[in-house]
């Protein structure tokens, strides 16, 4: 088993940044990748951005240039920093690992972006 534990989230003005934290801890082993996905009241859940165990990266569109991911593998925390924020990106922000026996999901970290 994973457990996830998301912090980071926040009321930001349009125009200003946060960072979101992701610890991962308990059978961290053998994790495949970890990514953030977010939802908004009323939308589906979709993918924010993600990190595969090699490095390689993907963005949604909407958040291409504003968004970075990032990985501590030492510590089994990703990170996702959000500059330019909108306030179409407010969302519940949930962390998902990928993990060789099934993908683990955190409890989510509101994100609320003023206009």
């Known amino acids: 088993q994973v457990q996830l534990v998301e912090s980071g989230g926040g009321l930001v003005q349009a125009g200003g940044s946060l960072r979101l934290s992701c610890a991962a801890s308990?059978?961290?082993?053998?994790?495949?990748?970890m990514g953030w996905y977010r939802q908004a009241p009323g939308k589906q859940r979709e993918m924010v951005a993600t990190?595969?165990?090699?490095?390689?990266?993907n963005y949604a569109d909407s958040v291409k240039g504003r968004f970075t991911i990032s990985r501590d593998n030492g510590k089994n925390t990703v990170y996702l920093q959000m500059n330019s924020l909108k306030p179409e990106d407010t969302a519940v922000y949930y962390c998902?690992?990928?993990?060789?026996?099934?993908?683990?999901w955190g409890q989510g970290t509101q994100v609320t972006v003023s206009s």
């Open positions: 998902k690992v990928i993990r060789w026996n099934g993908d683990y």
């Open positions: 308990g059978s961290t082993a053998r994790i495949n990748a």
């Open positions: 990190m595969i165990t090699g490095g390689s990266t």
